[in-house]
């Protein structure tokens, strides 16, 4: 059985930072690629990084955390950490980790967690 569990929501100032942990069992991240999505109270789901283990870490980021938010992947652990700096009020959201041995959009995502909430306050 395939589960991913995210960790490491909070709330937090403006300003701030945070690392999001996503840990998963029952896949190999070799094989995968790890999503990070987010939802604002009220809007879609909308996606943040990607990062693809098999393509030497490629790494891709939405413009509106781009230059603020890092990912990166510890193999061994199978594990995808989100670091998030100079968080914004609308940066809160739950934030999802997602896996997909396809592509790294939201439609192609097979295995979703069960999300950790990030609270920017101003």
């Known amino acids: 059985e395939v589960q991913l569990v995210e960790s490491g929501g909070a709330l937090v100032q403006a300003g701030g930072s945070l690392r999001l942990s996503c840990e998963a ?3 190999s991240f070799d094989d995968y690629a790890i999503g990070w999505f987010r939802q604002a109270p009220g809007k ?3 996606e943040v ?3 693809i283990s098999s393509a030497a870490f490629t790494v891709f980021y ?3 955390v781009k230059g603020r938010f890092a990912v990166s992947s510890d193999n061994a652990k199978n594990t995808v950490y989100l670091y998030m700096n100079s968080l914004k009020p609308e ?3 739950v934030y999802f980790c ?3 041995n396809v592509a790294c959009s939201m439609t192609a995502m ?3 967690g069960k999300g950790t909430l990030v609270t920017v306050s101003s």
């Open 110 to 112: 097979d295995y979703w």
């Open 25 to 27: 069992s029952g896949l």
């Open 91 to 93: 940066d809160t959201a």
């Open 49 to 51: 990084s990607c990062i």
């Open 62 to 64: 939405a413009d509106s």
């Open 44 to 46: 879609e789901r909308e």
């Open 98 to 100: 997602a896996a997909s």
